[in-house]
């Protein structure tokens, strides 16, 4: 499995000290967004932004449960990887 340290995005890991790097090595993946927070001296809401820019992925501030999609997912994958279905906007083709 891979470390905190070797998921986190090249784009960010220059921001922090070698300190809030180790301590962010360190911490549970529970408490790793506010370790990154305080790192780059930002909300826990903007360290979410600036880590999904980094990674190339949208961010769902506050996302909607797709209810209907639960049981598409089983409930060991959706605790292991924090993740479950949500509703989105549909987007505009270009």
Known sequence: MPTALETLPA???????????RLLADTPRSGRLEVLARGLRLSVDAAL?????ACGLSVQPAPRVAEDSLDLLPARLAHDFQAIPVMVRRCRRA
């Open 11 to 21: 784009t960010l890991a220059p921001r922090l000290s070698e300190d809030d790097l």
């Open 49 to 53: 932004a600036e880590l999904g820019r």
